[in-house]
């Protein structure tokens, strides 16, 4: 076999044996953007995508309430700027996870698996 063959066989043997490990796919989604879609339509490009995990770089409300009920996986961040107040003030960081994130958690499927 030749070796540009010999690699090409090695590289595509690699990947097949990746793509059946792969247990779920996520992305970024942020909505710092000049022609943002809808919430709601994200979402349902996510789930007609497979897209199980979804990472926010903020705790923008329309997201969360378009996630809620999806069964997507959420990963909040939080805004930059905060975190040195965090980092000093456990009362602050509780403060902004109890008005940012604790209103979308529900005890049935109707909210969002943050």
Not at 30 to 49: A, D, M, R, Y
């Amino acid at each position: 076999m030749l070796p540009s063959f010999r690699f090409l066989f090695l590289f595509l043997a690699t990947v097949c044996t990746l793509g059946s490990t792969v247990v779920a796919i996520g992305v970024n989604w942020g909505t710092t953007t000049s022609h943002p879609l809808p919430p709601p339509k994200v979402v349902e490009l996510l789930k007609s995508n497979n897209i199980s995990k979804v990472k926010l770089f903020d705790a923008d409300p329309l997201v969360l309430q378009a996630l809620s009920g999806s069964n997507i996986g959420v990963t909040v961040g939080i805004p930059n700027a905060m975190l040195k107040s965090f980092n000093s003030s456990k009362k602050a960081a509780e403060s902004w996870v109890h008005d940012n994130v604790t209103r979308y958690f529900s005890s049935g499927s109707s909210g969002v698996r943050i």
